[in-house]
């Protein structure tokens, strides 16, 4: 059976599933083999809760002319992506980078949709299966996309760009994140780079902020779209950013108070902006959008949690956004303020280096409380009276009963594994 054939069928369906949890009456079902699981077993049961079709890579579980039986799931899925993005022929925005990328996505959602009929990746499902999904969830009704890619190993973002085909791209930025899998921080600016190659390649456009060097260098031979808070030859200047804690821009004579916390959000608000303009987007909508965009799921939140003050920042760590992290909670002008960290993931023989610079820079530059949480930090113990270790998080629950913070400003961040947001149980 062809592609086009297969997507004939698909396009009888409302939407394309992979969980038969989540199934909805008229869909199409892919089963996908998992690490503990063959999907495969489920097509019966996807057909019993509604679904239209199903396809599967097993004979063994074929139902009736309901089944489309393929060699691959998986590759079938990514075929069909394609396939479908190419029949739509839609402007498509994708971003990448090491940090802000579902920050940035949603910022860009909220402005664009000011004006266009936009579909967006839904939350971080920007892999080798969540591309995909994105690009069968959009319609004839879709006037923009915009694909979130994440990666953590080269040739990744090559990979997820043959399949979406992007007329835009944007990179957050290149920081010391997956460095495992990337092989350094020079391995993390050639794989993000990926989209600068497919941009070029195919005569494409690139949204660039002239602030970041790399970024800058990078797209020289692209066609390219900025911004700037620095250079006023730009398509788009950013007048004067403060954060206090939150993120106020001030862009064409206007004041944008926004519900970020932290000068690192200031370029994901910035670029939301440039492309907004650039899509023609009035400036007085955009304002609107940033200003009613409230994050959620543990990223850059402020909560009041008794008499104290959270800045919740536990959805994710690298060393690159706990630097920005701390540095934008040192400048803060709080009473009683406190760090409540915990171990970064995913960065291999490098890891206790890079925590230690953590623990080197505070013990440099902060005079209040620090806690550090999890085994890398507490490998790189050292003895100061505001300096607090602990090898795991079940450790530091033990204690957190007796801290008893009053009227304090804290600040929790550490990697998606730590799960630190259980710390406002105790709060």
Same mark, same amino acid.
């Given at each position: 059976?062809?592609? @086009?054939?297969?997507?004939?069928?698909? /396009?009888?369906?409302?939407?394309?599933?992979?969980?038969?949890?989540?199934?909805?009456?008229?869909?199409?079902?892919?089963?996908?083999?998992? $690490?503990?699981?063959?999907?495969?077993?489920?097509?019966?049961?996807?057909?019993?809760?509604?679904?239209?079709?199903?396809?599967?890579?097993?004979?063994?579980?074929?139902?009736?002319?309901?089944?489309?039986?393929?060699?691959?799931?998986? $590759?079938?899925?990514?075929?069909?992506?394609?396939?479908?993005?190419?029949?739509?022929?839609?402007?498509?925005?994708?971003?990448?980078?090491?940090?802000?990328?579902? +920050?940035?996505?949603?910022?860009?959602?909220?402005?664009?949709?000011?004006?266009? @009929?936009?579909?967006?990746? %839904?939350?971080?499902?920007?892999?080798? =299966?969540?591309? *995909?999904?994105?690009? /069968?969830?959009?319609?004839?009704? +879709?006037?923009?996309?915009?694909?979130?890619?994440?990666?953590?190993?080269?040739?990744?973002?090559?990979?997820?760009?043959?399949?979406?085909?992007?007329?835009?791209?944007?990179? +957050?930025?290149?920081?010391?994140?997956?460095?495992?899998?990337?092989?350094?921080?020079?391995?993390?600016?050639?794989?993000?780079? &990926?989209?600068?190659?497919?941009?070029?390649?195919?005569?494409? #456009?690139?949204?660039?902020?002239?602030?970041?060097? =790399? @970024?800058? !260098?990078?797209?020289?031979? =692209?066609?390219?779209?900025?911004?700037?808070?620095?250079?006023? $030859?730009?398509?788009?200047?950013?007048?004067?950013?403060?954060?206090?804690?939150?993120?106020?821009?001030?862009?064409?004579?206007?004041?944008?108070?926004?519900?970020?916390?932290?000068?690192?959000?200031?370029?994901?608000?910035?670029?939301?902006?440039?492309?907004?303009?650039?899509? &023609?987007? *009035?400036?007085?909508? #955009?304002?609107?959008?940033?200003?009613?965009?409230? *994050? &959620?799921?543990?990223?850059?939140?402020?909560?009041?949690?008794?008499?104290?003050?959270?800045?919740?920042?536990?959805?994710?760590?690298?060393?690159?956004?706990?630097?920005?992290?701390?540095?934008?909670?040192?400048?803060?002008?709080?009473?009683?303020?406190?760090?409540?960290?915990?171990?970064?993931?995913?960065?291999?023989?490098? #890891?206790?280096?890079?925590?230690?610079?953590?623990? !080197?820079?505070?013990?440099?530059?902060?005079?209040?409380?620090?806690?550090? %949480?999890?085994?890398?930090?507490?490998?790189?113990?050292?003895?100061?009276?505001?300096?607090?270790?602990?090898? #795991?998080?079940?450790?530091?629950?033990? $204690?957190? *009963?007796?801290?008893?913070?009053?009227?304090?400003?804290?600040?929790?961040?550490?990697?998606?594994?730590?799960?630190?947001?259980?710390?406002?149980?105790?709060?």
């Amino acid at each position: 059976m062809t592609i @086009q054939t297969i997507h004939n069928l698909f /396009l009888k369906c409302t939407a394309v599933s992979i969980d038969t949890r989540k199934i909805e009456k008229g869909s199409f079902f892919v089963a996908i083999k998992g $690490e503990r699981f063959d999907a495969n077993t489920f097509a019966q049961e996807a057909i019993e809760k509604g679904a239209y079709y199903v396809v599967i890579d097993n004979p063994a579980y074929f139902i009736d002319d309901r089944t489309i039986l393929v060699t691959d799931s998986l $590759e079938t899925l990514q075929a069909l992506a394609q396939y479908h993005r190419d029949y739509l022929a839609l402007p498509i925005v994708a971003l990448t980078g090491s940090n802000g990328k579902t +920050t940035t996505k949603e910022l860009i959602n909220v402005v664009l949709s000011k004006k266009y @009929q936009v579909k967006a990746t %839904v939350g971080n499902l920007n892999n080798h =299966i969540g591309v *995909p999904l994105t690009l /069968l969830s959009f319609t004839k009704d +879709t006037q923009l996309g915009i694909v979130e890619m994440g990666a953590n190993h080269q040739q990744e973002i090559a990979f997820l760009c043959s399949i979406a085909k992007p007329n835009y791209g944007y990179i +957050t930025n290149f920081g010391k994140a997956h460095l495992e899998g990337f092989g350094g921080v020079e391995g993390v600016v050639k794989g993000k780079s &990926e989209m600068y190659a497919y941009l070029q390649a195919n005569a494409m #456009s690139a949204f660039v902020n002239l602030d970041d060097s =790399i @970024q800058r !260098d990078k797209t020289e031979a =692209i066609e390219r779209i900025t911004f700037s808070q620095t250079n006023r $030859e730009t398509n788009l200047f950013i007048e004067s950013v403060v954060a206090n804690p939150f993120v106020q821009i001030r862009v064409g004579g206007l004041a944008i108070n926004s519900h970020l916390i932290g000068l690192y959000n200031a370029n994901n608000i910035n670029a939301a902006l440039a492309i907004g303009n650039y899509f &023609e987007v *009035p400036l007085e909508d #955009s304002k609107k959008a940033i200003e009613s965009y409230v *994050p &959620e799921n543990n990223r850059s939140q402020l909560l009041s949690k008794g008499t104290n003050e959270v800045i919740l920042d536990a959805y994710n760590a690298n060393p690159s956004s706990m630097r920005v992290a701390l540095e934008n909670f040192i400048q803060l002008d709080k009473p009683n303020k406190n760090v409540i960290i915990g171990d970064m993931y995913e960065l291999g023989h490098e #890891s206790l280096a890079e925590h230690k610079m953590i623990v !080197d820079y505070l013990a440099d530059k902060a005079s209040f409380e620090c806690f550090f %949480v999890g085994k890398d930090f507490y490998a790189n113990h050292v003895s100061r009276p505001n300096f607090h270790f602990f090898n #795991s998080f079940e450790a530091f629950a033990k $204690e957190l *009963p007796k801290l008893q913070f009053n009227h304090a400003t804290l600040l929790i961040k550490g990697s998606r594994g730590m799960a630190l947001e259980r710390v406002l149980e105790y709060l």
